[in-house]
């Protein structure tokens, strides 16, 4: 059974860094590609990044590119979200997700490519 858990969420000030991180339990996590979501009340679920199953490839949504970086580390099964010039309209639920296709080369932007998700960590970002 594939479980991922996120972690490293909280509250923070505008302007600050947070590093979020989700561990992956179940399969050869280092076989799939792999990708960080957000949430607010009411929207539909966001993309926020994503990372290829080797880490050669990456994606961001406009709105977070040149401050958020997505990362893995296949050693240890985890993805990580590093959070930085965090901003009030970053404030979500964010969640992890995981593709269920092998080896995939390409990177997907819809949460309907992706097969399994964590419960997802509250980040919030005061003014």
């Known amino acids: 059974q594939v479980r991922l858990v996120e972690s490293g969420g909280g509250l923070v000030q505008a302007g600050g860094s947070l590093r979020l991180s989700c561990a992956a339990s179940?399969?050869?996590?280092?076989?799939?590609?792999m990708a960080w979501f957000r949430q607010t009340p009411g929207k539909e679920r966001e993309f926020v990044a994503a990372?290829?199953?080797?880490?050669?490839?990456?994606a961001y949504a406009d709105s977070v590119k040149g401050r958020f970086t997505i990362s893995r580390d296949n050693a240890k099964d985890t993805v990580n979200l590093r959070m930085n010039s965090l901003k009030p309209e970053d404030t979500a639920v964010y969640y992890c997700?995981?593709?269920?296709?092998?080896?995939?080369?390409?990177?997907?932007?819809?949460?309907?490519?992706?097969?399994?998700w964590g419960q997802g960590t509250q980040v919030t970002v005061s003014a």
């Open positions: 997700a995981s593709k269920g296709t092998l080896f995939s080369a390409s990177l997907y932007r819809s949460p309907m490519d992706y097969e399994y």
């Open positions: 179940g399969r050869a996590f280092s076989s799939y590609g």
């Open positions: 990372i290829r199953w080797d880490g050669i490839s990456t």
